[in-house]
């Protein structure tokens, strides 16, 4: 797998059907890698390149020091872009990867074709949520929370009908590096765009998960309802719907993305 060395950072990223005209980029969540996106990519090849990287802190990426902001989240998409010498592009993020295409979006709309925001919300949570969960990690470790996590990321029927999908996610989260986690808790902690969102004038498409407690269904619609024209899709699954709902997650982002 190739790295991009950007100024702070050697990111792990992939690109697949190179020879196709337009982009996706895949931006995983916190306490994730890019493997995440393993199911979408065999379809997006089928109509995109497909640009999915390790966020800082995250995968195989470095882990520069902390704490980390969305804005660097979002500034090292550009860097890894520019040094790809890719122009526009459409851009897919769940959760914390969300956070960084409501910067983009704000921020960079230049560099951005359409918009897929997945289980993320305008905030994330709350200082009171975020900083016993930062304290358990720096106590314990990934594994003082994975159990915890894993209960948010993928729903209990799903966790019994697939277990061996449970565990390799569980073992995804517990191999991220604990000060790269701490430094992205940092970032989403930290991030608040509900002022922000409906200056977002790309083609977006929201998609929620219905039984998702960390990113509400109620926060994908508050999504939807402030930017102007956003299409919102509601998928029977909790957190990562990407993994749960996979069929028909993919079948929207690709049926969104080609109209």
């Known amino acids: ?11 792990h990223y992939e690109l697949s059907a190179p020879g196709r005209a337009h982009t996706v980029v895949l931006s995983n969540s916190l306490g994730s890698n890019f493997s995440m996106w393993d199911a979408q990519v065999p379809a997006l090849t089928q109509h995109f390149r497909v640009l999915r990287y390790d ?19 979002g500034r090292d998409v550009i860097a890894l872009l520019d040094q790809l010498r890719l122009g526009r592009v459409h851009f897919c993020g769940l959760s914390m990867g969300g956070s960084t295409g409501m910067w983009l979006g704000t921020n ?3 560099r951005l074709d359409k918009l897929v ?12 949520i975020w900083n016993p ?10 594994q003082a929370i994975s159990n ?28 991220t590096d604990p000060g790269g986690y701490l430094a992205n808790c940092a970032a989403i902690r930290d991030f608040d765009a509900r002022e922000t969102v409906a200056s977002i004038a790309l083609p977006t498409l929201v998609i929620s998960g219905t039984h998702d407690v960390s990113t509400p269904a109620a926060d994908g619609r508050y999504l939807a309802a402030h930017i102007h024209g956003a299409r919102y899709i509601e998928l029977d ?17 690709v049926t969104f993305l080609l109209a």
């Open 237 to 253: 699954a909790a957190h990562l719907s990407n993994i749960e709902q996979s069929a028909q997650f993919t079948f929207e982002v």
């Open 55 to 73: 966020t800082r802190g995250h995968g195989q990426s470095s882990i520069p020091p902390g704490p980390y902001t969305v804005e660097q989240l």
């Open 148 to 175: 915890g996590v894993l209960s948010r990321w993928l729903s209990e029927s799903f966790r019994a009908k697939f277990p061996d999908v449970a565990a390799k996610t569980q073992h995804m989260l517990e191999s």
């Open 133 to 142: 969960r930062m304290d358990a990690v720096r106590n314990g470790g990934l």
């Open 108 to 110: 960079a709309p230049q």
């Open 117 to 128: 925001l997945c289980n993320t919300s305008a905030r994330i949570g709350t200082p009171e």
């Open 1 to 11: 797998m190739p790295f991009a060395q950007l100024d702070d950072l050697r990111i």
